[in-house]
């Protein structure tokens, strides 16, 4: 019954599309693509139920939508359908090799190949062009996350960037979409926190579960997070980084990163106490670094700590009068100390030595005077 109706749709299609256009559709030679006008494919493809099957059995619908086509950054150039399809300037068109859509899909994207060789170079180094390689059909390829036919500004609004991942990332979209970052680019389209691809690249994804990407994390997050300008905005300390390499985590993720990068760490970076995906503010009651939460989060690695130990360690603080004043008091003690310590002890050894030098030089029984 399908079958009847494709064969019909076609008789029908094919004797209009004579009948309106003859001469270059006719042509045995096949005419120069460069000159077959977009309304000769259209006068076809614009009808909604055209229609075919694949040999693997999937039907691919062959409609295109003209005025979505014509809006789309390739459209609005007057680019031509047989720029892409140069193989098509005829009907019957060339037999189809792939056997489903998603096969179609790995077929075609190549075509974007001839006018963006730079990206197209790109994404070959992305892990989803690795995964594609290794056989994980799923992994995105241009059409997937750009479309075929209806491209517009990817930059444009930017919270777009995250409903593209979306696609097939969907369970880590939701967790970004309550974070702090994300409810922020949601919510209000704020500019300044980080969609996806700020942390993760666009065209050149690199695999996130090496060594190499967590030792080099705290660095990534402190584009931002040391960034005075942006922090200002709202009113967030902009010692994150200082304060993290200060301390034991830090000092040692910093040391690995400089001398072996791709070594891996127990130490805790930024994401194993803020979280990932769902990075919440500070003061939010379900962050992992809020007080009651705390404890928890220092366990995952510390499974013997007990209640009072985050209280022992100073977090992203220096210590002041006001904040950890017993720290503050002992380091002003020391700094004050030490000095005096050794001051005094050079003191006396100096005066100790000018005593003996005097003494010698003092004629002998003049004491005695
Ligand atoms: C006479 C009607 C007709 C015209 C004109 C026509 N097509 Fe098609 N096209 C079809 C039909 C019907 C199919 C479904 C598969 C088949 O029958 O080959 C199809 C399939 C396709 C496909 C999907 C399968 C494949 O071969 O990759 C593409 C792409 C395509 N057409 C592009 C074009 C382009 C580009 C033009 C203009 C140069 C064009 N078509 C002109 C009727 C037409
Ligand atoms: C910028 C390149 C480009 C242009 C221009 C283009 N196509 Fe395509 N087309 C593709 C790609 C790539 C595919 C593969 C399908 C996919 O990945 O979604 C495709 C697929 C198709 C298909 C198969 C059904 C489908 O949508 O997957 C048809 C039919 C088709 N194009 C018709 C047209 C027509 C008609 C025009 C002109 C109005 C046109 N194309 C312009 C790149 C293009
Ligand atoms: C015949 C040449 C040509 C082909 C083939 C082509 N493009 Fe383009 N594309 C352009 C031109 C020209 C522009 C507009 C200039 C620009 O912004 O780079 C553009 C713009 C774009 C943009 C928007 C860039 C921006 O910054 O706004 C995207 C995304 C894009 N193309 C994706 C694709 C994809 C995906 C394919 C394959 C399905 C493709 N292009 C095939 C020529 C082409
Ligand atoms: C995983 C999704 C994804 C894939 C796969 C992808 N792109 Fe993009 N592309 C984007 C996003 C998102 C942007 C916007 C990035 C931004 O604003 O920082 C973009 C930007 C672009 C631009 C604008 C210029 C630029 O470099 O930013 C072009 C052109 C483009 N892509 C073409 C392609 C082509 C060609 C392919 C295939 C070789 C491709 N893209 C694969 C998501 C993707
Ligand atoms: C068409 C589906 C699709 C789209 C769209 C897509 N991805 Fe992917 N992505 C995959 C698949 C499939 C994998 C392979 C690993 C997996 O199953 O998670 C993958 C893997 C990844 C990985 C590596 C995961 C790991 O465990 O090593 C990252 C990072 C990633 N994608 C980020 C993105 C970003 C950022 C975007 C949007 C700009 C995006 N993806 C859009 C399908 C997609
Ligand atoms: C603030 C930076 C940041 C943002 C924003 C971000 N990611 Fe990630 N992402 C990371 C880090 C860091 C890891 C590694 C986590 C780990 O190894 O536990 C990661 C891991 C991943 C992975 C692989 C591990 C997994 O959990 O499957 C995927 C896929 C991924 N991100 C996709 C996305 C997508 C899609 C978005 C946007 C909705 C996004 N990321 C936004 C930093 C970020
Ligand atoms: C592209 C810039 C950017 C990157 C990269 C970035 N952030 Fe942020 N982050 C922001 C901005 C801007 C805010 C403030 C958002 C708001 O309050 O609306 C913020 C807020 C936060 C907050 C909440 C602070 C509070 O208490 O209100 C935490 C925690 C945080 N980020 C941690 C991280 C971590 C950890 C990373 C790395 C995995 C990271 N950020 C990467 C820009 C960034
Ligand atoms: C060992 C756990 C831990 C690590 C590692 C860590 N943080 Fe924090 N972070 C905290 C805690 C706890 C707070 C809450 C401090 C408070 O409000 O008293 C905090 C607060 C913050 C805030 C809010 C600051 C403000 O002004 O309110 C930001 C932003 C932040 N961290 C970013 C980072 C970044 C970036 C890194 C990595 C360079 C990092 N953190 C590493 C535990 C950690
Ligand atoms: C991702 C794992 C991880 C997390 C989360 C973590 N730490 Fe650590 N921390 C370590 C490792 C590993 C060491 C080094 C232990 C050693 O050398 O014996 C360390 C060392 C320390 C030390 C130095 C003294 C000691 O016990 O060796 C203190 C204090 C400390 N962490 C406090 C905290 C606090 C407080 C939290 C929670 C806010 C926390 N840590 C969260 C992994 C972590």
């Avoid at 997050?221 to 830090?250: E, I, P, Q, W």
Wanted: overall charge positive; glycine content about 4%.
């Amino acid at each position: 019954m399908h079958l009847c109706r494709f064969h019909f749709l076609i008789a029908l299609l094919c004797a209009a599309a004579l009948a309106i256009l003859g001469a270059p559709l006719a042509n045995a030679q096949g005419p120069n693509p460069a000159q077959v006008e977009n309304k000769t494919c259209l006068a076809c493809h614009a009808n909604r139920d055209l229609a075919m099957k694949l040999p693997g059995g999937e039907t691919l619908s062959v409609y295109t939508d003209e005025a979505q086509f014509n809006a789309s950054v390739h459209g609005k150039r007057g680019q031509r359908c047989t720029t892409c399809h140069a193989n098509i300037t005829a009907y019957p068109h060339p037999a189809v090799t792939a056997r489903d859509r998603r096969d179609y899909a790995l077929q075609m994207y190549t075509v974007c190949r001839q006018c963006h060789e730079k990206v197209y170079q790109q994404a070959i180094d992305s892990i989803h062009s690795k995964d594609i390689a290794a056989g994980n059909r799923n992994a995105a390829v241009c059409t997937d996350c750009h479309t075929a036919h209806y491209t517009t500004d990817p930059h444009n609004p930017r919270s777009k960037i995250p409903q593209t991942c979306r696609q097939c990332h969907s369970t880590i979209f939701d967790q970004y979409k309550s974070s702090v970052h994300g409810a922020a680019l949601l919510d209000q389209s704020n500019p300044d926190v980080p969609t996806c691809v700020e942390c993760h690249g666009v065209h050149q994804i690199a695999d996130p579960t090496t060594n190499a990407f967590r030792l080099k994390s705290p660095e990534l997050c402190a584009t931002c997070h040391t960034d005075r300008a942006k922090m200002k905005k709202y009113n967030l300390s902009t010692n994150v980084l200082n304060t993290y390499v200060a301390d034991f985590h830090g000092s040692t993720v910093e040391l690995f990163e400089k001398q072996s990068p791709d070594a891996p760490t127990n130490k805790a970076v930024c994401y194993d106490c803020h979280g990932v995906h769902d990075i919440r503010s500070a003061k939010d009651p379900k962050s992992s670094v809020v007080k009651e939460n705390l404890l928890k989060t220092c366990q995952q690695c510390h499974p013997d700590a007990t209640t009072d130990f985050p209280s022992s360690w100073m977090s992203h603080y220096d210590a002041s009068p006001t904040k950890y004043p017993a720290v503050y008091y002992i380091n002003l003690f020391y700094t004050i100390l030490i000095p005096v310590v050794i001051g005094g002890m050079l003191a006396f050894v100096l005066l100790d030595a000018a005593r003996r030098i005097l003494n010698r030089f003092q004629k002998p029984g003049s004491h005695s005077r």
